[in-house]
């Protein structure tokens, strides 16, 4: 079985952390996401990596940062966290470079809250 | 730029009714589609998915989506509801090209329940 882990299920954090949220996959795939899920709004993407060291921004990558160090770990850091980042975060691995061809496999998801 | 629009946020349906999810997308490109499903307190696993081929496709729990070029849709069905299938549902599109060749792009999602 695929497997996507990440560090915390629930995280509370106060603004203006630094927050970092972990993720781990044992599937040697080169892809990784992270996306925040908002209700109404669906999942949209923050930052993918397609091979380590290497990163291109989302559709919403405004006040976060990424990390790849090595192949099965991508980190996504909050610099300074506000309340507007409250929400449940989803990272995802997949395989394929082309489209179609694979599935993202997901994490159970990290809520986390900015108070 | 790819757009999916799932109509209706909520769905409800009696144990033993036909489920139908509606999904609309656009897509400049022919389209690979995808149905998510989120269980409460879970991630997202996939349901079933269209790249070509026969249009009817079939995925897990009895589930299954018909891609309508003409109407720019991929409903979802499923004949007879259990309450098991309670649960969040994705429609997504993928992206084509770039670094990583499976970017999604997701609808707002429909929230399905089911009476008993």
């Known amino acids: 079985d695929v497997k996507v882990t990440q560090s915390s299920r629930y995280l509370v954090k106060r603004t203006g952390e630094k927050v970092f949220l972990e993720c781990v996959q044992d599937?040697?795939?080169?892809?990784m996401f992270w996306y925040r899920q908002d209700p109404g709004l669906g999942l949209r993407l923050i930052y993918f990596?397609?091979?380590?060291?290497?990163?291109e921004k989302g559709d919403i990558p405004e006040g976060y940062s990424v990390s790849r160090e090595k192949k099965e770990r991508f980190s996504l850091i909050l610099e300074s966290a506000s309340t507007n980042q409250t929400s449940m975060y989803l990272c995802?691995?997949?395989?394929?470079?082309?489209?179609?061809?694979?599935?993202?496999?997901f994490g159970p998801g990290t809520r986390l809250t900015v108070l | 730029a790819q757009s999916v629009t799932q109509l209706g946020s909520h769905v409800s349906v009696s144990e033993g009714a036909l489920v139908l999810l509606r999904c609309n997308y656009s897509?400049?490109?022919?389209?690979?589609l995808f149905w998510y499903v989120q269980y409460p307190n879970q991630g997202l696993q996939l349901l079933l998915k269209?790249?070509?081929?026969?249009?009817l496709v079939k995925g897990i729990n009895g589930f299954e989506a018909e891609f309508k070029k003409s109407e720019t849709s991929f409903h979802l069905t499923k004949p007879s509801a259990h309450m098991s299938d309670a649960a969040e549902y994705f429609c997504?599109?993928?992206?084509?090209?770039?670094?990583?060749?499976?970017?999604?792009?997701f609808g707002g999602g429909t929230r399905l329940m089911v009476k008993p």
């Open positions: 269209y790249t070509t081929g026969a249009t």
């Open positions: 997504a599109v993928s992206s084509t090209g770039g670094n990583a060749g499976n970017m999604l792009t």
């Open positions: 599937m040697d795939h080169e892809n």
């Open positions: 990596s397609y091979d380590v060291k290497m990163k």
């Open positions: 897509s400049s490109v022919p389209p690979y």
């Open positions: 995802a691995g997949s395989g394929a470079k082309v489209a179609g061809l694979d599935t993202q496999y």
